[in-house]
């Protein structure tokens, strides 16, 4: 069974920073790509970076502007984003995702993360 736990969501002011972090439950961690997706009201869920097995891989959605960073330590099964100069228009629900082959259908989800930045 895989089980996912994200953390580090708050309330933050336009410009500041927020760490996500993801607890993944996985045996073999390595064996899986993560990434990270967001969900605001009214919207679809859209995929904001993704990380390979090996880690040597990684990739953004075009409206990160190179202000994010995802990295995974498989020695302690968790993944983050950094994610700096945060806008308005980032406020979403942080999920974080886990998959055998890919991220464009996941089959595994953590709960969510609320990520509010103000004006």
């Known amino acids: 069974q895989v089980q996912l736990v994200e953390s580090g969501g708050g309330l933050v002011q336009a410009g500041g920073s927020l760490r996500l972090s993801c607890a993944a439950s996985?045996?073999?961690?390595?064996?899986?790509?993560m990434g990270w997706f967001r969900q605001a009201p009214g919207k679809e869920r859209e995929l904001v970076a993704s990380?390979?097995?090996?880690?040597?891989?990684?990739s953004y959605a075009d409206f990160v502007e190179g202000r994010f960073t995802i990295s995974r330590d498989d020695a302690k099964n968790t993944v983050s984003l950094q994610m700096n100069s945060l806008k308005p228009e980032d406020t979403a629900v942080y999920y974080c995702?886990?998959?055998?082959?890919?991220?464009?259908?996941?089959?595994?989800w953590g709960q969510g993360t609320q990520v509010t930045v103000s004006a």
């Open positions: 995702a886990a998959d055998r082959v890919g991220l464009g259908s996941p089959k595994s």
């Open positions: 996985i045996r073999t961690f390595s064996g899986y790509v």
């Open positions: 990380i390979s097995r090996s880690g040597g891989r990684t």
